[in-house]
């Protein structure tokens, strides 16, 4: 299946990229995130910390500093074709992100799922995650998305089925080390490590918007 080119929603100035900015609520924006935020150090920084934080949430665990984010947004947020990532954007503070990798012509894969920010709005990240299901529905006509999240993280599962994501398969796990970076594998059940799986979820676009 071929990949979708984003790059023209990357844009290079902040107020160019808030033009493009998928509305969520009255005071909630989705940003797509272009070379407009390698000039933006405390943001960057932020992101950063976030990370650190909820580094236990991720498959890929390792020191988070801002110079890594700052290479992983260049090389990856901006520098893939294929990927977008918002920054989440209320009362113009940005409270967290939410992103696409993988886009091809039916689907994508939601990724890089971030609150960072407490909000008095306790559904703000079902808000988010609906909006960009329905901007990829709407905007780039795709007709599925999915995700990967730990077993354990239960309540993050939660809200996905919320959002309309059900579970589609589970993967053992196996733990790989090097210097500076743990990574949890996908495996098969003899060769697991740890108890957690990898779940994939499954929205179904155009069935969910038709029934």
């Known amino acids: 299946m071929a990949s979708v080119n984003l ?9 160019a990229a808030k033009r493009m900015a998928v509305v969520s609520g009255p005071d909630l924006l ?4 272009g070379p407009w935020i390698l000039d933006e ?10 990370r650190q934080a909820s580094m236990n949430m991720f498959f890929a665990r390792f020191d988070s500093t801002p110079a890594k984010t700052r290479n992983y947004l260049e090389s990856a947020s ?11 954007l209320e009362d113009d503070t940005v409270v967290g ?3 696409i990798s993988n886009a091809s012509e039916s689907s994508a894969e939601l990724d890089n799922v971030m609150r ?5 709005n306790r559904q703000l990240m079902q ?4 909006t960009l299901a329905e901007w990829v529905k709407t905007e780039l006509g795709l007709r599925q998305l999915t995700l990967k999240v730990s077993s354990l993280n239960e309540r993050v599962i939660v809200l996905y089925e919320r959002c309309g ?3 589609t398969s589970s993967s053992a796990l196996k733990r790989t080390e090097s210097e500076d970076l743990v990574q949890l594998v996908e495996c098969a059940d003899a060769d697991a490590t740890v108890a957690e799986r990898c779940n994939t979820m499954t929205l179904e676009i155009l069935t969910r918007a038709s029934s």
């Open 116 to 120: 960072g920010v407490r909000s008095d």
């Open 165 to 167: 994501f059900s579970l």
């Open 78 to 88: 901006i520098g893939q074709a294929n990927r977008l990532l918002f920054v989440i």
């Open 30 to 33: 989705l940003v797509p995130i």
């Open 97 to 99: 992100h939410i992103g």
């Open 41 to 50: 150090p405390d943001l960057i920084a932020s992101m950063a910390a976030w």
């Open 127 to 130: 808000q988010a995650t609906e």
């Open 7 to 15: 790059s023209k929603y990357k844009s290079s100035n902040f107020d």
